[in-house]
């Protein structure tokens, strides 16, 4: 084993976040479904919605028996929800093809939906113990200033950090080293503030103890469009007219009012206006619904993409966290 990798190792015992509830009774079902959650999420907002799902789903044979919308509903306020959708279709092909088994190899793994080589390279290293490196956005960090590389495109920066995650990445005591290297860069190796001196391998590090820039994620900030929503949400006393989203590069597949511009509502009606900005992490969404009640639901031609839905049913539906809170007070 390396220098740097024994050092990750050692200082993963006595300084790891153990407590975290994917890391107790662990099992490579459990290691997927987090590793899912924390791609593009972070820990502190994951661990909630880890311990709804895995009550909901304790294990892969319950989890082969959903629906993609009973998965999506757990998944809701989550975000980046093919996550979601990848995970149902994970478990069709874990269903027809490695009967019924999460597989154990890590050429099996990555060929599942919704799992690259970092995902399945974490669940072999942290569930089977077997080393194989990973590149989630905190390693990428740890390792891009331990070795201070130099790079002209992006594809060549993710060339080289793989290459230096392979050379890293120990035979033994992976378990401790892959957590350890992805605690490293959550906790020390931060985006803006590293805590060198606390770090276990700041005397070799390329970059310890010196200034780190935002600039890109200030540009990627300032770049984020706004697309304007214009929602109707017709509603009885205990029932609410929903649209089911269909593919497009946010909510796809949950459950949003219906757009104003495309359905036209017969008859004047007395509008509550609501008015939200919600930030996704692509762009700005400025919504406008209006909300109204009717004495009887309008008749549906048989469409899937539009339901009555039970105001007493809305938790079990998948929808996004402000639409959700709207609907929540009608
Ligand atoms: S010494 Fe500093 S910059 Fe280098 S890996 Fe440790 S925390 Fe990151």
Known sequence: MSSFSNRIVNWYKSNGRHDLPWRKNIS???????????????????VPYFNKFIKKYPNLDALLKASEDEILAQ?????????????????????EDFNNKLPININDLESLPGIGRSTAGAIMSIAFNKGHPILDANVKRVLGR????SFKTENEKQKKLWLISEKLTPNKESFEYTQGIMDLGATHCS???????????????????????????????IQKPTVKLNFILPHTKNEILMHKKQASEYWESLWIPIDGNEVKIKGDQKYIKID?????????LDMKIRAFEIDKKYDLESNLEYKWIKKSKVHEYAMPTPIKKVVSTL
Request: hydrophobic share 35%.
């Open 28 to 46: 490579p079902y459990s290691i997927w479904i987090s590793e899912i959650m924390l791609q593009q999420t972070q820990v502190k907002t994951v």
């Open 75 to 95: 998944w809701s306020g989550l975000g980046f929800y093919r996550r979601a959708k990848n995970i149902y279709k994970a478990c069709r092909v874990i269903s």
């Open 146 to 149: 331990y070795k201070k590389i």
């Open 191 to 221: 985006k803006s503030r590293p805590r060198c001196d606390l770090c276990p391998v700041s005397n070799d590090c390329d970059s310890a103890f010196k200034e780190v820039s935002n600039k890109v994620s200030l540009r990627k900030a």
């Open 276 to 284: 939200i900005n919600h930030p996704l992490s692509h762009l700005n």
